[in-house]
């Protein structure tokens, strides 16, 4: 095999190969400063797990403050105000910026290890959306400093976090910070999509997936759906303290209940969102300390997908209280208690599991147990919740967070800690201690039940959520002791873990080869495994395949063999593969360090920031920084146009990053779209709520302009077909031509957008919510007009100055899909706008 | 393959989008503006779950047809069988669905 690049006209200009580097040292790691500018995601997805485990100890702190506060009645440890912003940032800490981060962190990090890739397919997102968590936690931390934290819990309803009522930052804080570090949730999951999706490693067929990517797969999709709708919430109800517009407002036809099914909209989808991958994490351990495959993969595979969509129907269970028609609640409490099919399908799957083989009791399988225990009893007292009479009873009450504590501590935390045991040796190449991990372990499920479970019955008794304090005397002193008591075990429990973590990596023993006499590939190397994960890519022919294809842990891991071993062009490179046969089909190349992803993500928190501290020149500085971020980072010579030699299947050449629908690229921007139909459906259902609910004011809003929302349909139909004429010309490489096309759709996008306007003009948003709504809908249909304009300026200035050569067209394959959904909901916009002046 | 891999998707799907056509009946009916009697929300809740279950039974017909030509323990098999499965968890949640809407006799209960 060669090592040297074939002659390709279209490289010779724009080579970003490093021709000096051996393959370790195009995949060493940058050191120093420049370590900020790595994008591996073995870096980056350590960097999400510290992090938020970093976050999990301050919020833990925090619960410990409350249990402090409440360990006696009438106590003065916190006043109320105090006692109010400690529950609000344990709440918003854990649920945001502690377990969403994680389970990213174990995504990033184990998706290409275990699928047989040398990275993620977009690790720049990786990178970016990582430091937009990061610049979103502390913005949200820092308002401890300014004594301005959130108070009004983690759900921030209405009008409590209006300005009439939360006077002050503590709100924005809230608002800001969590939307900067939800664009990490978004970004992961159209990494998440596009990688199990795209990057397999050949022969992995779908079926022949780890169980753990099709429970990441189900739940990057979640994420996609889910979490918009709070982001435009959030954005609604930051725009309704900053601008003064009503959406939430019922003066003037706003409700607050919308605020309420926006959030839910995301927030029940959310607890399966934390579950489903901690739940993958058991099922990918399980296997291995039975000796058996899991039972039922495909019966498991079914639990996941019918869970994840069943999950986004049961949002209005937490509103049961709130006055809705009893006929919407009961088929809420119908999804609810559906949903308990296909938890209890997975349940049963471990059970069957277990009795497979005689199970070794490590500490991962602890925390299995545990989880198992913890988890079921929180799953019964939710099919209690479902039930709508025995919710009135219980709402607000310390049963429901005697609940959600059993769901999320024993859904999460138990198998994220396994998950850490299990595996930290392919971390830091060294195994932790089974004796401290069993203290560890029974500490912590000692003092979570002691913690917990007398809640049910302060909640029983009628001890209310997020009081301050509460008189003696009434049956709740020794329950609160107690729980107090079991929170500092739990504690013990993690310190504990944390000690052993630093002893572990002094004193801990090294860890061979697969050290738990694993199935699943990341065990492929021994720890420490090299960056580039695999030297040559190996052709899967089992789902278990350290455990079937004996060729793999019978000789050296460099000298496996596999696809990609040369690398002529000395990049960064994996196998690209079919969505669903796992077939071979491209060429995929990777990205080396860069600092873009962090002076795009510092100029979004920059312009965040500025928000929040009403500096608006600073906003623009930030957004041009991230602009000028995004721009350096698309601006790069196309890697398309050639072949290569693969060096499996008898000399099978495949192209490099294909022009292809099935490409990573286009897959990344449909899950992109998948995210913005999302955050556009949200604003409609908005829309269709209050106009349905506050009929006298929608029915009173001046109506938009029929003519101009006319035009603008017309003129949303055209950018949809000039961005298909654009990649038609440019794949016959007719790149003058397109290059035109494309300065066609830089002048039609504003001129769509000022059609919307020109729609709107006649209405008022501060007169009424339904206005309001209008106007945002707009405003998010230009948004996306604005993208198209930029994006079209780029490919155009590339074309028109001779940066593109034949089968360089990528770039207008995806432009022209994203035009496509932008001139959708440019007509779905218009027609609201028809039907409402009609 | 393809067609296998869908059918694991789509009765979750089917079930996605008759929970949003019950939840939408609900609306008109029950909301302040009054779009339907309960009647006609409740006809058509019927109506609609009929649809959507007998196509979700088609699939879970079609599914265990499926499972019994695959060969044991290739990935069609595994494919198959998580479609069956993904069809008859679906077809459960439809009924439920229409459930509220067939109980009460009005939005109040």
């Given at each position: 095999m060669t090592d040297t690049a074939p002659e390709s006209p279209h490289y010779t200009a724009h080579r970003k190969g490093e021709a000096d580097k051996d393959f370790d040292a195009i995949w060493a790691q940058p050191s120093g400063i420049r370590s900020w500018s790595a994008v591996n995601h073995r870096i980056v997805g350590k960097r999400f797990l510290v992090t938020g485990f970093v976050f999990f100890l301050i919020a833990g702190v925090l619960a410990l403050l409350v249990r402090t506060q409440l360990i006696v009645?009438?106590?003065?440890?916190?006043?109320?105000?105090?006692?109010?912003?400690?529950?609000?940032?344990?709440?918003?800490?854990?649920?945001?910026?502690?377990?969403?981060?994680?389970?990213?962190?174990?995504?990033?990090?184990?998706?290409?290890?275990?699928?047989?890739?040398?990275?993620?397919?977009?690790?720049?997102?990786?990178?970016?959306?990582?430091?937009?968590?990061?610049?979103?936690?502390?913005?949200?931390?820092?308002?401890?400093?300014?004594?301005?934290?959130?108070?009004?819990?983690?759900?921030?309803?209405?009008?409590?976090?209006?300005?009439?009522?939360?006077?002050?930052?503590?709100?924005?804080?809230?608002?800001?910070?969590?939307?900067?570090?939800e664009i990490a949730s978004v970004t992961a999951a159209v990494e998440i999509i596009a990688s199990i999706l795209c990057s397999r490693a050949p022969g992995m067929s779908l079926t022949k997936m780890p169980v753990l990517m099709w429970y990441f797969l189900v739940t990057a999709f979640m994420i996609a759906v889910g979490f918009p709708p709070l982001i435009i919430a959030s954005i609604l109800l930051e725009s309704e303290r900053l601008l003064g517009l009503p959406f939430f407002d019922p003066s003037l036809g706003g409700d607050p209940l919308l605020w309420q099914h926006l959030f839910w909209l995301f927030g029940h989808p959310e607890v399966y969102i934390i579950f489903l991958p901690a739940a993958g994490i058991v099922a990918t351990m399980l296997p291995t300390f039975v000796g058996k495959p899991l039972f039922g993969y495909g019966f498991v595979v079914a639990a996941v997908v019918t869970m994840g969509v069943i999950s986004f129907g049961l949002w209005a269970h937490h509103m049961f209280a709130t006055g809705l028609p009893i006929m919407s609640l009961t088929?809420?409490?119908?999804?609810?208690?559906?949903?308990?099919?296909?938890?209890?399908?997975?349940?049963?799957?471990?059970?069957?599991?277990?009795?497979?083989?005689?199970?070794?009791?490590?500490?991962?399988?602890?925390?299995?147990l545990g989880f198992l225990f913890i988890f079921v009893l929180g799953g019964l007292t939710g099919v209690m919740l479902a039930a709508v009479p025995f919710n009135l009873q219980a709402h607000d009450t310390h049963f429901v967070v005697a609940h959600l504590h059993y769901v999320l501590i024993g859904g999460f935390v138990f198998p994220m800690m396994g998950g850490l045991y299990y595996w930290m040796p392919h971390i830091t190449g060294r195994m932790m201690s089974e004796r401290i991990g069993t203290w560890v372990f029974w500490l912590m499920f000692a003092g979570f039940n002691l913690a917990f479970f007398m809640m049910h019955l302060t909640g029983l008794r009628g001890m209310p959520r997020r009081i301050a304090t509460y008189p003696e005397g009434i049956g709740w002193d020794r329950l609160n002791m107690l729980s107090t008591i079991g929170a500092y075990i739990l504690t013990a429990g993690i310190a504990l873990f944390i000690w052993d973590f630093f002893r572990h990596r002094r004193t801990g023993p090294a860890a061979g080869r697969n050290p738990w006499g694993a199935a699943t590939l990341e065990w492929l190397y021994p720890p420490v495994a090299p960056g580039y994960n695999f030297r040559a890519i190996p052709e899967i022919r089992a789902r278990e395949p350290l455990w079937e294809q004996p060729e793999f842990l019978d000789r050296p891991p460099d000298e496996i063999t596999g696809a990609l071993r040369a690398y002529p062009d000395h990049r960064r490179e994996t196998i690209g593969c079919d969505p669903v046969t796992g077939a071979p089909l491209q060429i995929l190349r990777l990205p080396h360090p860069t600092w873009t992803p962090l002076i795009s993500a510092f100029g979004i928190a920059l312009a965040f920031a500025a928000t929040l501290a009403s500096v608006y020149w600073l906003v623009g500085l930030g957004g041009a920084i991230a602009l000028a971020g995004i721009t350096a980072w698309v601006w790069e010579p196309s890697d398309s146009?050639?072949?290569?030699?693969?060096?499996?299947?008898?000399?099978?050449?495949?192209?490099?990053?294909?022009?292809?629908?099935?490409?990573?690229?286009?897959?990344?921007?449909?899950?992109?779209?998948?995210?913005?139909?999302?955050?556009?459906?949200s604003l409609l259902f908005g829309g269709l709520y209050l106009w349905n609910t506050e009929p006298s004011f929608a029915d009173r809003t001046?109506?938009?302009?029929?003519?101009?929302?006319?035009?603008?349909?017309?003129?949303?139909?055209?950018?949809?077909?000039?961005?298909?004429?654009?990649?038609?010309?440019?794949?016959?490489?007719?790149?003058?031509?397109?290059?035109?096309?494309?300065?066609?759709?830089?002048?039609?996008?504003?001129?769509?957008?000022?059609?919307?306007?020109?729609?709107?003009?006649?209405?008022?948003?501060?007169?009424?919510?339904?206005?309001?709504?209008?106007?945002?809908?707009?405003?998010?249909?230009?948004?996306?007009?604005?993208?198209?304009?930029?994006?079209?300026?780029?490919?155009?200035?590339?074309?028109?100055?001779?940066?593109?050569?034949?089968?360089?067209?990528?770039?207008?394959?995806?432009?022209?899909?994203?035009?496509?959904?932008?001139?959708?909901?440019?007509?779905?916009?218009?027609?609201?706008?028809?039907?409402?002046?009609? | 393959m393809t067609p296998l891999a869908r059918r694991i998707a789509l009765p979750a799907l089917l079930w996605a989008l008759h929970f949003i056509v019950v939840y939408a009946l609900i609306s008109a009916g029950c909301a302040a503006r009054a779009l339907a009697e309960v009647d006609v929300v409740r006809g058509l809740a019927v109506v609609a779950t009929c649809a959507a279950a007998a196509v979700a039974l088609v699939w879970l017909i079609s599914a265990g047809l499926e499972r019994r030509r695959a060969p044991a323990g290739s990935d069609a098999a595994a494919l198959a069988s998580a479609g069956w499965w993904t069809a008859l968890i679906s077809l459960l949640a439809i009924l439920a669905n229409l459930w509220p809407v067939v109980l009460l006799g009005s939005c109040t209960g």
């Open positions: 009645p009438e106590n003065t440890f916190l006043d109320s105000e105090t006692y109010n912003q400690v529950f609000t940032m344990h709440g918003t800490l854990m649920m945001f910026l502690f377990a969403i981060p994680m389970l990213e962190g174990f995504a990033v990090y184990l998706i290409p290890l275990m699928v047989g890739a040398r990275d993620l397919v977009f690790p720049r997102l990786g990178a970016f959306g990582y430091y937009c968590f990061l610049f979103g936690g502390i913005l949200v931390l820092s308002s401890f400093l300014f004594d301005a934290a959130p108070a009004g819990g983690w759900f921030m309803y209405v009008p409590l976090s209006t300005s009439d009522y939360t006077e002050g930052l503590s709100a924005d804080f809230w608002l800001i910070g969590i939307t900067l570090a088929l809420f409490s119908a999804a609810s208690t559906m949903v308990a099919i296909p938890t209890g399908v997975q349940i049963f799957s471990f059970i069957a599991t277990l009795t497979l083989g005689r199970p070794r009791l490590t500490v991962p399988m602890l925390f299995i146009g050639v072949t290569r030699a693969t060096g499996i299947r008898h000399g099978l050449e495949l192209p490099v990053n294909i022009v292809d629908r099935r490409s990573h690229l286009h897959i990344g921007i449909v899950g992109t779209l998948l995210i913005s139909f999302a955050l556009f459906g001046a109506t938009p302009d029929s003519r101009a929302a006319l035009m603008a349909a017309a003129s949303g139909l055209v950018m949809a077909g000039l961005g298909w004429l654009a990649n038609r010309w440019a794949q016959d490489n007719a790149f003058r031509a397109a290059g035109l096309i494309d300065l066609g759709l830089v002048a039609l996008a504003p001129l769509t957008a000022a059609l919307l306007l020109a729609a709107l003009l006649p209405v008022d948003p501060w007169a009424s919510a339904f206005g309001a709504v209008g106007w945002a809908l707009g405003a998010f249909v230009t948004a996306h007009l604005a993208v198209v304009l930029w994006w079209a300026l780029i490919n155009a200035v590339r074309k028109l100055t001779g940066l593109v050569g034949p089968g360089q067209t990528l770039p207008d394959l995806l432009l022209m899909t994203f035009c496509k959904a932008t001139a959708a909901m440019t007509l779905v916009t218009a027609a609201a706008y028809l039907a409402v002046a009609s | -």
